[in-house]
């Protein structure tokens, strides 16, 4: 699995929406393991996000289901009807989807996170707006990974 890591400003061309990911978060995926392409997404808050595909079809085994319909099957199906294979070409860019920028939170200038096991891209002002509120709390967030890796650690 790809872990992501870093942030890298860029911008989304307006007239192709093209938008180019860095070398840096593409350099990171095993395309063998996790696949050559992305599969984008809408994450709860707007933000778009790019799951490398392999990895994707992955996650989503967990989620598979019965023939037959159940009550969340209808929700399911719309986290699957707005997602995207987007391809990237020799330069790493790709192509949003019209429908996807409209319903996404974006701005030309875009700034793409690394996010663990997925790229998140944010408006670079609203990107740099969360890092300063969340910067006050980033020391007591550390100590509260150290803490809980530490309680995964086996007893000897």
């Known amino acids: 699995?790809?872990?992501?890591?870093?942030?890298?400003?860029?911008?989304?061309?307006?007239?192709?929406?093209?938008?180019?990911?860095s070398a840096?978060?593409?350099e990171r995926i095993n395309t063998?393991?996790?696949?050559?392409?992305?599969?984008?997404?809408?994450?709860?808050?707007?933000?778009?996000?790019?799951?490398?595909d392999r990895y994707y079809e992955?996650?989503?085994n967990s989620l598979r289901r019965s023939p037959l319909p159940d009550r969340n099957s209808s929700k399911i199906g719309l986290m699957f009807?707005?997602?995207?294979?987007?391809k990237p070409d020799a330069q790493g860019?790709?192509?949003?989807?019209?429908?996807?920028?409209?319903?996404?939170?974006l701005a030309e200038k875009v700034t793409m996170v690394g996010w663990n096991d997925h790229i998140q891209v944010?408006?670079?002002?609203e990107w740099d707006d969360h890092?300063?509120?969340?910067?006050?709390?980033?020391?007591?967030?550390l100590y509260e990974a150290s803490e809980r890796m530490m309680a995964q650690e086996p007893k000897t």
């Not at 009807?81 to 987007?86: N, P, S, T, Y």
């Not at 944010?122 to 002002?125: A, E, F, L, N, T």
């Open 1 to 21: 699995m790809a872990t992501f890591v870093g942030e890298f400003e860029t911008t989304v061309d307006p007239e192709k929406h093209r938008l180019a990911i």
């Open 24 to 26: 840096a978060l593409r």
């Open 32 to 52: 063998e393991e996790d696949g050559a392409n992305f599969i984008l997404t809408l994450g709860p808050d707007r933000h778009l996000r790019l799951y490398p």
């Open 58 to 60: 992955r996650l989503l």
């Open 81 to 86: 009807a707005m997602a995207r294979v987007v």
């Open 93 to 105: 860019r790709i192509v949003l989807p019209e429908k996807c920028m409209g319903r996404a939170l």
């Open 122 to 125: 944010w408006p670079s002002q």
């Open 131 to 141: 890092v300063q509120a969340e910067l006050p709390h980033y020391g007591e967030l």
